[in-house]
C-alpha cells in the first residue's frame, strides 16, 4: 500500500530527526491509514521530552503532565499536532488515569500501553514502514476489536475503554472479539468510576456513529446500557403490539428502529429518538380487550429525559432541547387546527427545534413499520411555514411602544403593554391587518 503524508507532517518529522531524536506517527491516524479513511488528525511519538521538543518548536503548547506537546496545524483543516514522548505508566487507583508516568525508552515500551490493536501501530515517517507488533494490521482486516494483551489489564487501567470499544466498533462498524468482549461485560460497573461528561461523548458518538443500532445492541449486551442508561434497558421487552395499535415491535426494538431512521448528525436528537418512548413502561397498560395503552407517557418521558440530562452532564441548552423532543413528540396533526394551535406548538418546542421534531416523527414513523410521512404531515408543514408569516408576539407588530406612547400622548407604564397586546390578539384573530397604517388608526380607537 503506497503511504502518502501531507507535508507539515513530513516537516516534523524532519526537524525532530534533524536533532537526533527519533520520531513516528502513531494511534488512529496509522490505523485510517491502513483502511483509506480521510485523516485530519495527526499524533506522533517520540523519545524527545516535552522540554526538548519546545525547544524545537517554538509556536509549541505544553500544558499536561502527560508528556503531550501541541503543535497548531497550518493547514485549516486539520487538527493541532500532537507530540507524545514514549512514555510508560504505572497505577491506575482511579481507573482512568495512571498514578505515575515515566518516559519511556523505546517505541514498543510506547506501543505496549496504548488500548486496542488497531491503536498500537506506528508508521516511522521516513521509511512509511509500518511497526506492528501486535498484529493490528490483521485485526483491520478480521475487522475486530482486540484489546492489546490482557483486556482485563487493559480495561482496569481505564475504564472509559469500556465505552470506547464499543464506540470505534460501531464508528467502524467492527466486531468486538471475544476475550475483549467477555473482560468489558464482566467490568462493566467500572464505567461508573468515569466522569460523566467523558461517558456522555462516547455516547453521543455512539448515537451519530454509522452504525449507532450495533453500538447501542453492544451497550445492551455488555450490561453497559444498564450502567449508563437503565431507563432505557427497561424499554426492551415492553410489548406494545395490540389491536388498533400501528407498531410492529416492542419498545425498545422500536426506539432501535427509529434511530436507525433518523437522518441528523445532531446527537441530542439521536438521543431523543432513542428515548422518545422512555415513560412508556412506567405508563403500560392493557385492556380486557386486548388493548394496549400508553396514557400520558411523553410527561412521563420528558421527567426521565430531564434526569438523564442531568446525569450526563448535559449543557443547559441541550437539556432543555432532549426535553422539548422527548415532551412534545407526540405532537397532533389535524387538518382542522387552528393557526393558534400551530402557533402554540411553535412556541411549546422552540422555533429552532420544529425541523429537528420533525425528523424524530419521520423516524418514528419509520421505527413503528408506517410510511414515511402523510398527507397530514405534509399540509402541516406547509402550515408551519405559513404561521411564521404572522406575528408570534407583540413584538413582531409593525408599531413599538414608543409608537402607542406618541400617538396617545401618555408615558410609559402597564397601559402600553395592554394596548399592544389587545392589538396583537386582534392580529393573530385576523381582524385587522399587521400594517403600520392599519395599526396606528386603531390605536387611536383604542384610546
Avoid: C
Avoid at 192 to 203: S, V
Avoid at 352 to 371: F, I, P
Amino acid at each position: 500500500m503506497k503511504i502518502s503524508l501531507p507535508d507539515e507532517v513530513i516537516k516534523i518529522s524532519r526537524k525532530l530527526k534533524s536533532k537526533g531524536f527519533e520520531i513516528y506517527i502513531v494511534g488512529g491516524a496509522v490505523r485510517d491509514i491502513l483502511m483509506g479513511k480521510i485523516i485530519n488528525d495527526w499524533d506522533f511519538a517520540t523519545n524527545a521530552t516535552p522540554d526538548e521538543i519546545l525547544k524545537i518548536f517554538k509556536n509549541g503548547f505544553y500544558d499536561n503532565k502527560f508528556g503531550t506537546v501541541g503543535i497548531p496545524a497550518k493547514d485549516p483543516d486539520l487538527k493541532p499536532h500532537e507530540i507524545t514522548t514514549f512514555r510508560t505508566e504505572e497505577g491506575y487507583s482511579d481507573s482512568r488515569r495512571p498514578d505515575k508516568i515515566k518516559w519511556g525508552k523505546s517505541l514498543t515500551e510506547d506501543l505496549n500501553r496504548r488500548d486496542f490493536t488497531i491503536n498500537a501501530m506506528a508508521i516511522d515517517p521516513t521509511t512509511l514502514s509500518i511497526i506492528d507488533p501486535f498484529n493490528g494490521q490483521k485485526d483491520i482486516q478480521k475487522k475486530l476489536i482486540r484489546a492489546v494483551g490482557d483486556p482485563n489489564e487493559r480495561i482496569k487501567e481505564d475504564a472509559l475503554r469500556l465505552l470506547r470499544a464499543l464506540r470505534i466498533a460501531s464508528q467502524l462498524g467492527f466486531s468486538i472479539e471475544d476475550e475483549t468482549f467477555n473482560a468489558i461485560k464482566s467490568s462493566a460497573t467500572l464505567i461508573n468510576k468515569i466522569a460523566k461528561e467523558r461517558i456522555k461523548d462516547e455516547l453521543f458518538k455512539i448515537l451519530i456513529s454509522p452504525n449507532p443500532i450495533q453500538g447501542i445492541t453492544l451497550m445492551r449486551e455488555t450490561n453497559l446500557l444498564k450502567e449508563i442508561l437503565p431507563e432505557a434497558e427497561k424499554m426492551f421487552g415492553v410489548d406494545q403490539v395490540s389491536p388498533q395499535r400501528h407498531h410492529i415491535y416492542d419498545v425498545g426494538t422500536h426506539a432501535l428502529m427509529s434511530l436507525k431512521s433518523l437522518k441528523s448528525n445532531d446527537p441530542v436528537v439521536a438521543l431523543a429518538t432513542f428515548i422518545h418512548d422512555i415513560g412508556k413502561p412506567q405508563t403500560y397498560k392493557k385492556t380486557s380487550g386486548g388493548i394496549i395503552t400508553f396514557y400520558n407517557h411523553e410527561i412521563v418521558g420528558a421527567k426521565i429525559a430531564k434526569n438523564i440530562a442531568s446525569r450526563l452532564r448535559l449543557s443547559k441548552k441541550e437539556g432543555e432541547k432532549l426535553y422539548k423532543l422527548v415532551r412534545y413528540h407526540q405532537f397532533t396533526v389535524d387538518e382542522n387546527q387552528s393557526d393558534k394551535a400551530i402557533k402554540r406548538f411553535i412556541r411549546k418546542v422552540g422555533l429552532e427545534n420544529v425541523e429537528d421534531m420533525l425528523e424524530l416523527r419521520r423516524a418514528d414513523r419509520l421505527g413503528s413499520g408506517a410510511r414515511e410521512t402523510s398527507w397530514r404531515t405534509e399540509e402541516f408543514k406547509k402550515r408551519l411555514i405559513e404561521v411564521q408569516k404572522t406575528p408570534f408576539t407583540i413584538h413582531d407588530l409593525k408599531i413599538t411602544g414608543h409608537d402607542v406612547m406618541k400617538e396617545l400622548g401618555i408615558k410609559p407604564g402597564p397601559k402600553v403593554g395592554e394596548i399592544l397586546e389587545t392589538l396583537f390578539k386582534e392580529v393573530e384573530d385576523k381582524k385587522i391587518d399587521n400594517k403600520r397604517g392599519e395599526l396606528l388608526k386603531r390605536l387611536k380607537e383604542l384610546a
